[in-house]
């Protein structure tokens, strides 16, 4: 079975530039997470879809952070403009029905953010 | 914040057991506690979970406490492979309950 995948696994932009990640999830899991992992920190849910509508996106800050998922299947993450703090390691995840053991996550986008 | 609390790290010795302790003194009585834990520069990854009774899978063994204030993950013979940070979260099983990672505990196996 395929994994979650993400691209790219690598970004460095300057400050004020815009930046997009995408994940595909596992064939079949209807609930997606994005998620921000700073250095030293556990994973912080940014939002999470069930097939495409949103079930949270509280701690999104919706400024400069959005998010879609059309047609319930691929998202794309995007930051405009981004910033210093926004350094990070963004997490995508998948799961069937959204129980945590069912839960697996990608390898992650590590942004950079000079 | 996150509902647990968690060493900020361990060290154990290669083949020997590793017993990484978590406490979740405001657990809720349909939550569960489940284990996570992350290698460097991957995805956290799914180990085990429980609700009251005592768990064992093939990668590890969950010890609940009566009360559910804690637990204790087990890993019986830890390789160098096991290094890891290793996060405790209590969630409720379906959900749409918001996940809180903490920091978690960072486990290094030594030769």
């Known amino acids: 079975e395929a994994g979650v995948a993400q691209s790219p696994r690598y970004k460095i932009i300057e400050k004020r530039q815009s930046v997009a990640f995408w994940c595909n999830p596992i064939s079949g899991h209807a609930t997606l997470y994005w998620y921000q992992q700073i250095l030293g920190q556990g994973p912080k849910l940014l939002i999470q879809?069930?097939?495409?509508?949103?079930?949270?996106d509280s701690q999104l800050p919706k400024d400069r952070f959005s998010a879609e998922r059309l047609k319930g299947v691929d998202s794309t993450l995007k930051i405009q403009p981004a910033k210093l703090e926004d350094s990070a390691v963004y997490l995508c995840?998948?799961?069937?029905?959204?129980?945590?053991?069912?839960?697996?996550f990608g390898p992650g986008t590590r942004l950079l953010v000079l | 914040d996150a509902k647990t609390t968690q060493p900020p790290s361990m060290d154990c010795a290669e083949g020997r057991a590793a017993n990484l302790p978590c406490n979740h003194s405001?657990?809720?009585?349909?939550?569960?506690v489940y284990w996570y834990r992350q290698i460097h520069s991957q995805g956290p990854q799914y180990i085990i979970h429980?609700?009251?009774n005592n768990e064992t899978n093939e990668m590890a063994s969950l010890i609940i406490t009566e009360d559910r204030k804690s637990s204790t993950l087990i890993l019986p013979h830890a390789t160098l492979r096991d290094t890891a940070v290793y996060y405790c979260?209590?969630?409720?099983?379906?959900?749409?309950?918001?996940?809180?990672f903490g920091p978690g505990t960072s486990l290094s196996v030594i030769p």
């Open positions: 879809f069930q097939n495409n509508g949103v079930v949270d």
């Open positions: 995840a998948s799961s069937l029905g959204g129980s945590m053991e069912t839960q697996y």
């Open positions: 405001t657990i809720s009585g349909n939550e569960y």
């Open positions: 429980g609700l009251k």
């Open positions: 979260i209590v969630s409720l099983k379906t959900s749409y309950d918001k996940v809180i």
